[in-house]
């Protein structure tokens, strides 16, 4: 442990404007330690994977997508599950992260995953899923806490914002253990 | 059973040209029992899965594809493994068909999973995560005969036409069991 200053940066699973995993991260920006910026990501821009197009070349956001991965010292990933799995489009940034060139830059990256959904489950089968793909990546996932948000309907307003002050609680308390998972096996 | 004509439509979880996953769905067309067309379908046009997009209609891609599974009797999924997992260009493309409109689509709809790696596992863990996902969706995945194609690059040829006489005729059975499967199960 020590006091630098560290990156992570957070991955959005959902495109939806007022999706609840984006505001999941946008209330984690105000809850954060001392000492850790967040920076927040979208893929709505990613292309579908293609070995073909990645043979030319990584097209521009999955540069723009593996460089701020290099840069940032942890990822958060707050995504919903989807037909009790990851959604699509968050693998498919995955699937693109891990490819070459740059293939390296999901190995020994220490990450946190999070998720909301309207319904009861609170995203418990989307997260193992997640979990299983980041076996391959050599990844470092946090094991606990593990923070599950079910009936995110109560917990966010129309536009996305957490009003659920128990939920801040949780997420204040799941930021600084990540941050800690990320002092103790991470490179900083 | 009867012998009504059975229409079965292929989708391949690769976008690469040369994948061997489209190969071994080409191939397939040739493998038919008598009675049964085979329609192959690639997902490079479908755009990522976006609630807000879906709440304003169904792209024209997702559309057809739609229109494509609602017309098929079974669907035989030829899919490689990326990460440990489904290719997040195939989930995405589930997540459209499970939405609606028309989100009935894959509900009780047989369907065959496959899947060719250049690897040694032969797509054994991307083929569970999928079957996962149609658990969600009730869809009818056929358990057994189970087709993995490891070492895909021994079996076909650089433009990914199969060349490999045993995989040939493992494939003829494992459509004439998938017929049988869909016969029984199924709505034809």
Known sequence: MNDATLNMLGIAGSLRAGSYNLGLLRAAAGLLPPAVGLDIITLGDIPP??????GQGDP???????RRIIMA????????????????????????????????CLRRKPVGIMGASS?????????LALRQVFVFTDSLVMAQPELRVPNAGQKFDGQGVLIDEELRERLRAYLAALVEWTRLVGSI
């Open 119 to 127: 319904g009861e489950s609170g995203t418990i089968r989307g997260q």
């Open 60 to 66: 521009a956001p999955v540069e723009d997508l593996k």
């Open 49 to 54: 994977y293609d070995a073909d197009v990645q």
């Open 73 to 104: 010292d942890v990822l958060l990933i707050a995504t919903p599950e989807y037909n009790y799995s990851i959604p699509g489009v968050l693998k498919n940034a995955i699937d693109w992260a891990s490819r070459p060139p740059k293939t390296c």
